[in-house]
């Protein structure tokens, strides 16, 4: 039963000598003389002297901006002819409307209100038709495009 007792004293004076007497480095470091911001400037100097080297030789330049602000400028040729196209959809919603056309080709276009098409510009979408305003020769000419109920089949 002695011994239970003497136990836990035992625990603490073991504790009590190993937090007390400085460990040898520690005393090395005392003799030496530097203290922890002396240390911590030795190791922050090594990080700031270490050098990066980037070769750039046969690789792009990494800033150089992605979009340079020129913009090309569409010919008539790349914008569709309403005269020979045809309205295929027509998407609505609260915020936004835009009509589906495609062209005598086959190719399709998104077109909203103010959009450029050949000779003229797109003035309203409404839900069944497309209407552009078109000017040649200084005489302006309406073309309306109505979008065609397909039957079931």
């Known amino acids: 039963m002695r011994s ?3 136990f836990p004293l035992l625990i603490l004076a ?19 003389g530097t203290s922890p911001s002396q240390e911590s400037a030795v ?3 090594a990080v700031r002297s270490n050098e990066f080297f980037y070769q750039s030789y046969g690789k792009g330049d990494p800033f150089k901006a992605l979009v340079d602000g020129r913009y090309e400028r569409t010919t008539s040729s790349e ?4 005269n020979s196209a045809t309205l295929v959809g027509v998407v609505w919603s609260d915020d ?20 450029r098409v050949q000779n003229g510009r797109v003035v309203s979408i ?3 038709r497309l209407t552009a305003r078109m000017t040649l ?16 089949k």
């Open 96 to 115: 936004d409307q835009f009509a589906l056309v495609e062209n005598g080709e086959g190719f399709g276009y998104i077109l909203r209100v103010g959009d």
């Open 126 to 128: 409404r839900k069944d």
């Open 14 to 32: 073991t504790f009590m000598t190993l937090t007390l007497v400085p460990a040898p480095h520690a005393v090395a470091d005392d003799e030496a």
């Open 137 to 152: 020769y200084g005489i302006s000419n309406t073309v309306v495009l109505r979008l065609e109920k397909q039957e079931a």
């Open 4 to 6: 239970r007792k003497q």
């Open 43 to 45: 190791q922050l100097e």
């Open 79 to 82: 914008l569709v002819d309403v």
